[in-house]
Each structure stands twice: as structure tokens, then as C-alpha cells.
């Protein structure tokens, strides 16, 4: 009897699947859209037998980032953690602390699927591979909503000249031409957008692939101070912080228009609205349609837990693939990160851009391009300028010297 007892309990262990392991993961996706689609990357790490212990911190990259590297830097470092792609966790691979996930890149061909490759040379630091990129996104959309236009009784616009020219008409119906929040990152993104919408692919790339500077003082970048100066205006009455607020009164037919990234598409999405009909975007702001290949990656920071490090090569490895980049970036927004995937069910927005990614009219993420030290300077002169009535001849002075620094 004893060993018949012993004998079912020892099946039973070996049917029971094994203990999940957790994994706290930091982000900063927090907006209505965002917790969509990390949703989507919880429920298939849940799924796989593991176990994701959310770790979202409110208020963006900028909040977020700081907090995230003390934690890594002061001995208490979660499982996974969001970065954007580029150089933001260079000092912490070169310090040791990040885990190397090559193995993990190899096992799963990721050479051979993740499109652009410049992805995957984001997280390669002296040929290790240190992070799994989840998404491209880019900054440089305009968004319209065609309701305001309607009511006008005028054809929503199909560049940046021409929302400049029926802003007038948009104030006096009462309405915001653009929305904006107020955290700095936002005014940084919306001169980003217009560097290659106002002043053209080759003029971008002189400037920030070919340091060159003499072109940064020269009069194609002054055209886009003087746009900036113009969109200063038109968003003076936008009084809102966060960028999802911003695009709400889009949403909601307050504001025509709003200069933001592609993750807007959750918004409008969780919104019920459907692209085409109650909202138009215009990549590269309808001027120059091109994207940047910036994006989300996961690092993974090294942990004294042989266990816990095995949860991190698998939640890499589910990051990647097909199944959960589908899922993830039809919520988020975003394009996925490799080209052999399945977007049947993209809507007008996400198609626009996955066109001009299979076109190739893309270029690198300010990420990729400049220092930390050197973005930081530029958002701060941002700010400053979106604040005041700084000229533009002045601003774009005080910028090409901060570009300087960084050569």
C-alpha cells in the first residue's frame, strides 16, 4: 500500500509542470494603448509556463530611464527592462552588468530575420549581443483628425504646408491647430520630425551621419527653425503634459493635429477610431515619407540566479518571435522587427509604413547618431525655445553648438 501511495505521488511530480519563474519587467508603457499591447507580451511569457511581475513606471522615458539605471547600478536589478535602441545602455554593458544574450540571437537566427539590420548592430557591443529589439517606431507622423476638417467644410490636409495654411481657419472655428504636452521630450520630437520633412533625406544624414556642421548652420536647417517657430505658434494654446493627452484632443476633435510618433495608433485604436475614416496620418509630416528605425528593445540584467537567468533567455527568444511580435505591434502600433511575419489585419496607418520600410526610405534613430549628453542638450534647448520667443536664427545657433560638442 505504502509503495503503491509513493509510487502515484512520484507520477504526480513528474505530470505537474515545473515552478514558473518570475520575472519583474520595467517599461514605461503606461498610456491606454501601450498597456494594450505590453498585455500582449505579458499574457505569452504567462503562457510559455514562465511568469511576467509587471514593473511600469509612469511618465515616460525620460522618468523612467533614470530609475531603471539606479536600480541596475545600486545591486538591485529587475529581470528584463524597456530601453529604446541606440547607445542607452552602452555604459552598463561596458560596466559588466548587462547579460549577453548572443546564444540566444544565434539559437534563433535573428541575423537572418531582424529587418533593418542596423537593429540588431544596436544591440551589438564588440560582437556580442546584448538586447532583444521588440518594435520600430517612428516619431515623425502628423496626425489629423477629419472631423475638424469636415466641419470646416475644407479637405483635410495632405502635408505640413498645408495644415500651416488652414490653421487660421481651425482658430477661429475655436479649435487648437496643434496639440502638444508640455514634457520636454514631445518639442524634441516635433523639430526631429520636421528635420527631415522640411529640409530633405540628404540634408538630415549631412547633418547627423556626416557631422557636418557647416550644412546645421546653413540655410536648408534654417527652414526648419522657421518651421518650428510656426508650430510654436500654432500649438501655444495646447496646455496638456502627456503625449497621449495631446493626442486625445485629437481623438476628440479639439485639436487638428498633433506631431507624434507612431504608438499614437493605440490611442486611436483603444479609442475606437478607425484610420482612413476619423483620422489621417501623414509620415515624414506628408513632405518626405521615410521612417527612422528607432524602436524598444528588452536588456536583460545580469542576475545571480541561474534560474532566473534561464527566464531571461526565453523571454528574449518569445520577444522575437512570430507569434508575439504579430500580437504586440498591432496593438502598439509599431512595426514588427522582422519582415517574415504576417500583417494581414494592419490598418491604413500601419500599411503606410510598413511600405515605405519595404521601400528601404529609412534612416537611423537619433539613438544611433548621437551621445545621450549631446540629445539631452538638444531637448533642453528645445524646451527653452518651444517656452519663449527665442528667434530662430538664435536657437539654431545655440544648437549647431551643441552638435559641435558631441564630434
Request: proline share 5%; hydrophobic share 45%; with cysteine.
Amino acid at each position: 500500500m505504502k509503495l503503491t501511495k509513493l509510487t502515484a505521488v512520484l507520477c504526480a511530480s513528474v505530470a505537474l509542470p515545473a515552478m514558473a519563474t518570475e520575472l519583474e519587467v520595467t517599461h514605461w508603457w503606461t498610456s491606454g494603448g501601450e498597456a494594450a499591447a505590453v498585455a500582449e507580451l505579458a499574457k505569452a511569457f504567462d503562457a510559455s509556463g514562465d511568469k511576467w511581475v509587471d514593473g511600469a513606471i509612469a511618465g515616460s522615458s525620460g522618468t523612467a530611464r533614470p530609475i531603471m539605471i539606479a536600480r541596475i547600478t545600486g545591486g538591485d536589478p529587475m529581470g528584463a527592462t524597456q530601453f529604446n535602441h541606440g547607445q542607452q545602455a552602452l555604459e552598463l554593458i561596458e560596466a559588466g552588468l548587462m547579460l549577453d544574450i548572443t546564444d540566444v540571437a544565434e539559437a534563433n537566427h535573428w541575423k537572418e530575420v531582424v529587418f533593418p539590420p542596423s537593429l540588431l548592430d544596436a544591440c551589438t557591443v564588440d560582437g556580442k549581443i546584448y538586447c532583444a529589439p521588440v518594435n520600430i517606431h517612428s516619431p515623425e507622423w502628423l496626425w489629423l483628425s477629419n472631423k475638424v476638417y469636415e466641419d470646416l467644410g475644407i479637405p483635410v490636409p495632405k502635408d505640413w504646408n498645408e495644415f500651416v495654411a488652414t490653421a487660421p481657419q481651425v482658430e477661429a472655428a475655436g479649435k487648437i491647430p496643434l496639440a502638444l504636452g508640455i514634457q520636454p521630450w514631445q518639442s524634441n520630437l516635433a523639430f526631429g520630425a520636421m528635420q527631415i520633412a522640411v529640409a530633405g533625406l540628404d540634408t538630415w544624414k549631412a547633418v547627423n551621419v556626416d557631422k557636418n556642421m557647416d550644412v546645421a548652420a546653413g540655410p536648408d536647417y534654417a527652414k526648419v527653425f522657421a518651421a518650428a517657430a510656426e508650430a510654436r505658434k500654432l500649438a501655444a494654446r495646447s496646455n496638456v503634459q502627456d503625449w497621449n493627452q495631446a493626442t486625445n484632443l485629437v481623438i476628440t476633435d479639439e485639436a487638428a493635429g498633433q506631431i507624434m510618433g507612431d504608438w499614437a495608433q493605440g490611442e486611436f485604436q483603444v479609442a475606437g477610431e478607425v484610420a482612413g475614416k476619423d483620422y489621417t496620418c501623414l509620415p515624414g509630416l506628408g513632405l518626405n515619407e521615410y521612417i527612422s528605425t528607432g524602436g524598444d528593445a528588452f536588456y536583460f540584467p545580469k542576475l545571480d540566479d541561474p534560474e532566473k537567468e534561464a527566464a531571461q533567455k526565453r523571454l528574449a527568444a518569445l520577444l522575437v518571435s512570430p507569434e508575439v511580435q504579430v500580437a504586440f505591434n498591432l496593438k502598439k502600433g509599431s512595426l514588427p522587427i522582422r519582415g517574415d511575419v504576417d500583417l494581414a489585419a494592419a490598418n491604413d496607418c500601419m500599411k503606410k509604413g510598413l511600405e515605405i520600410l519595404a521601400g528601404g526610405n529609412i534612416v537611423p534613430a537619433a539613438d544611433m547618431n548621437w551621445s545621450p549628453d549631446v540629445q539631452k542638450q538638444a531637448e533642453d534647448l528645445m524646451v527653452e525655445f518651444w517656452k519663449s520667443d527665442m528667434p530662430a536664427e538664435e536657437a539654431q545657433a545655440k544648437w549647431v553648438e551643441i552638435l559641435k560638442s558631441g564630434l
